[in-house]
């Protein structure tokens, strides 16, 4: 399917819908201002660039469900971004739109595409589920045989271009759509593809883990506060050592193990706090954490009994 700088419609702009809104616009105006910065070189840009400046978005359509949520939603997103709402802003976002981002909760999404007007709208475009638990072959029943249903997992910090994104492909998708998704997610962050069974896990570890990540934090400022440090100071220490541990990991490429070790001196206090959290069973209630959100995961497309 062809895909030339498409409009993108939002169906169910909440938080993961504004953050993925957010992020691409951000990451636009940071394009746009770096072309501008180089008008020299700019008749040297690559037949490659040219491509992929096509595979941006053209512009937003974000549908909500109700009047007052439309209201806000225009304040937060600016004029950038055309607002819709209720079942007549569907029909028309979908229909306006060259790719369906759906966002809704899992469980109204069924709902949401059988609603009138929006399997015909949705004829030979492409439909990305957020939709945790709603899998590929549920989206491409509930939709036309010509949509290109592609399912991706991405995650909150999508927002700040921080993100973590999963992408899995439906049976009838082609070339030009993952590359585009792929563009999408990939300017909001990290971006693999991976096959759709796996996704439940990703949900549980990707999806949900940055609520998990934000407990642990919390919990290491609160020791910080325990000890007398100001809450502020002992919140940006706690972040700053999580984001440093975990680039370390991604710049380098080393074991996590390996550099728990190199910042444990012998008799010192590292290896006094790791035994406290191993009474503490901290390694087998993280796994368990990730093991009972993707067994969650897995029934919320499902249909309630
Ligand atoms: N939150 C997260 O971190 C992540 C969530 N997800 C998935 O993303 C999806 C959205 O989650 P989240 O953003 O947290 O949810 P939110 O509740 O924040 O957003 C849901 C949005 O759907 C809108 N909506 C409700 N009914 C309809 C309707 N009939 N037609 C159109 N829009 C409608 C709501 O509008 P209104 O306000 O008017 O009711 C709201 O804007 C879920 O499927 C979830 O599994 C995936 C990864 C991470
Ligand atoms: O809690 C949830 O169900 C969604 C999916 C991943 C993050 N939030």
């Known amino acids: 399917m062809p895909l030339n700088r498409p409009t993108i419609c939002v169906l169910g702009c909440g938080t993961m819908g504004i953050a993925i ?121 509930w939709t036309t045989p010509t949509t290109i249903v592609i399912r991706a997992m991405p995650n909150t910090p999508c927002k700040i271009r921080e993100g973590m994104t999963v992408l899995s492909c439906g049976p009838n998708t082609d070339i030009q759509s993952m590359a585009f998704t792929t563009k999408i997610f990939s300017t909001l962050g990290r971006c693999r593809t991976l096959d759709e069974k796996h996704l439940d896990a990703v949900t549980a570890l990707a999806g949900s883990g940055p609520a998990f990540a934000c407990v642990m934090l919390e919990a290491l400022a609160d020791g910080g506060v325990m000890m007398g440090l100001p809450r502020d100071v002992a919140t940006e220490l706690a972040a700053q050592v999580l984001q440093g541990a975990a680039r370390m990991v991604l710049t380098t490429g080393a074991h996590p193990a390996a550099i728990k070790d ?13 035994l406290t959290m191993e009474d503490g069973r901290i390694r087998s209630t993280l796994a368990r954490t990730i093991q009972e959100a993707t067994t969650v995961a897995s029934t919320l497309g499902r249909d309630k009994k």
């Open 21 to 141: 809104i957010r992020g691409t616009l951000d990451s636009i105006a940071g394009a746009t201002s770096g072309q501008s910065d180089s008008s020299q070189s700019s008749q040297l840009v690559s037949e490659q660039e040219e491509q992929e400046d096509l595979l941006r978005p053209g512009g937003f359509i974000a549908c909500v469900s109700h009047k007052d949520s439309a209201a806000k939603l225009s304040k937060t997103l600016g004029d950038q971004v055309k607002v819709l709402h209720g079942a007549a802003g569907n029909v028309q976002g979908v229909s306006e739109a060259d790719v369906v981002l759906l966002c809704t909760k899992p469980q109204i999404a069924k709902a949401v595409l059988s609603a009138p007007g929006i399997r015909e709208a949705l004829k030979d475009k492409l439909l990305v589920s957020i939709c945790a638990g709603v899998t590929i072959e549920q989206l491409q029943s």
């Open 262 to 274: 190199s910042v444990t001196t012998p008799g010192g206090c590292t290896i006094a706090g790791l």
